[in-house]
C-alpha cells in the first residue's frame, strides 16, 4: 500500500482560495440562511477545510430587510443586551431592530453561529450585509447561489 498518497491536505493563509458569493435572502427563515451563510464562512464546504485557518469564502447577503421570521417570532423573540451599569438590561425584538438597522438582524444570526474566538471575529469581517438588492461589490465578480446549492 502506497502510504505517500494518503497525506492530509493542511491549508494555510497563503495557500486558501477564497472566492466571492451573494445570497439573496428574500422570504428565507432566518436561521436556515444564518447556518448556511456560516458554513460558507467557515469553509466547511471546501474539501480542504481546516478549522484553524480563515479559509471560507467572501458572502454578501442582499435584501436583508425581508429574510422571513414564522409565527409570532417577529414580536415575541427577546434579545437581551447588558450596558454595564446597574440598571442596564435592554431588550429588543426582531421586528424594532428590522426597523432600525435591518442588517443587524442576519448579522447577530450568523454570528452565534460562528466560534466565539479570534478567528471567529476575523471570519465574521468576510460577511457583508446590505438591506436592498444593490451591493457595492459588483468588481470582484461575486456568483449568485441559492441556499440549498450549498
Known amino acids: 500500500m502506497d502510504t505517500l498518497s494518503y497525506k492530509t491536505v493542511s491549508l494555510n493563509k497563503a495557500t ?7 445570497i439573496d435572502a428574500t422570504d428565507l427563515p432566518l436561521g436556515r440562511l444564518a447556518a448556511r451563510v456560516a458554513l460558507v464562512l467557515r469553509g466547511k464546504n471546501k474539501p480542504g477545510f481546516t478549522p484553524n485557518v480563515d479559509c471560507g469564502d467572501n458572502v454578501i447577503v442582499v435584501n436583508a430587510e425581508k429574510v422571513a421570521l414564522k409565527g409570532n417570532k417577529m414580536t415575541d423573540r427577546v434579545y437581551i443586551r447588558y450596558t454595564g451599569y446597574p440598571g442596564g438590561q435592554r431588550f429588543t425584538t426582531p421586528k424594532e431592530i428590522l426597523q432600525k438597522r435591518p442588517t443587524e438582524l ?20 468576510n460577511l457583508h450585509v446590505y438591506a436592498g438588492p444593490e451591493h ?6 461575486p456568483r449568485v447561489i441559492k441556499l440549498d446549492e450549498i
Open 136 to 141: 457595492p461589490h459588483q468588481a470582484q465578480n
Open 16 to 22: 486558501v482560495n477564497k472566492e466571492w458569493v451573494v
Open 106 to 125: 442576519v448579522r447577530r444570526a450568523v454570528k452565534g453561529m460562528l466560534p466565539k474566538t479570534r478567528l471567529g471575529d476575523d471570519i465574521l469581517g
